[in-house]
Nanobody, 113 residues
Framework: QVQVTESGGGSVHAGGSLRLSCAAS????????VAWYRQTPGNQRDLVAA???????NYADFAKGRFTISRDNTVNTVYLQMNSLESNDTAVYYC???????WGQGTQVTVSS
């Protein structure tokens, strides 16, 4: 059972930045495909960004140019650097280890205009 834990959420003003962290258990972290999703009340979870074991990345259109996903296999952690935040980015952000369909509990991001 892979355990996933997010951290780093909070409240910022529009134009500000946050860095989210996703820590996952397991000795094969380097082989994990890890993705960030976000969800607002009454809506489905939408993909924000994903990173492959190779380091290749994929972004939703709304994230391109503002968000950066990265990984540090030495500490079993994936990061999501979010810059130029907008009020529309307000959501609960979830991390998922795709290999095991393992979700974290989510972290709230609130952007005030």
């Amino acid at each position: 059972q892979v355990q996933v834990t997010e951290s780093g959420g909070g409240s910022v003003h529009a134009g500000g930045s946050l860095r989210l962290s996703c820590a996952a258990s397991g000795s094969n972290f380097r082989l994990y495909v890890v993705a960030w999703y976000r969800q607002t009340p009454g809506n489905q979870r939408d993909l924000v960004a994903a990173i492959l074991p190779s380091g290749n990345t994929n972004y939703a259109d709304f994230a391109k140019g503002r968000f950066t996903i990265s990984r540090d296999n030495t500490v079993n952690t994936v990061y999501l650097q979010m810059n130029s935040l907008e009020s529309n980015d307000t959501a609960v952000y979830y991390c998922k280890v795709e290999n095991y369909a393992a979700w974290g509990q989510g972290t709230q991001v609130t952007v005030s205009s």
